[in-house]
């Protein structure tokens, strides 16, 4: 099992930048990949990026040079960072880890970003 936890969300003007930090517990391989998604109000849950150990990235078009993923792999973790943020990235942002053998799946709680002046 592993467990995640993000932090780093918060109430941010648009145009402003804003980290988001997951943290993982339990046995991470190399193989795995984290991502980030998001889920606005009334939508459909979304990829944001994704990051494998070896560094390689996906960026989805939403946030296509606005984001930067990064991973530590000695501490397992990942951060996520917006910028020149719009009202539109306003959602709830969660953590993911995708183990493909076996096949397992584990999700962070959420962490809320409001963008609002």
């Known amino acids: 099992q592993v467990q995640l936890v993000e932090s780093g969300g918060g109430l941010v003007q648009p145009g402003g930048s804003l980290t988001l930090s997951c943290s993982s517990s339990g046995t991470v391989f190399s193989a795995d990949i984290f991502a980030w998604y998001r889920q606005a109000p009334g939508k459909q849950r979304e990829l944001v990026a994704t990051?494998?150990?070896?560094?390689?990235?996906y960026i989805s078009d939403p946030v296509l040079g606005r984001v930067t993923v990064t991973r530590d792999n000695h501490k397992n973790t990942v951060h996520l960072q917006l910028d020149r943020l719009k009202p539109e990235d306003t959602a709830v942002y969660y953590c993911n880890l995708r183990r493909v053998d076996p096949d397992q799946e584990f999700w962070g709680q959420g962490a809320q970003v409001t963008v609002s002046s």
């Open positions: 990051i494998s150990s070896g560094g390689g990235r």
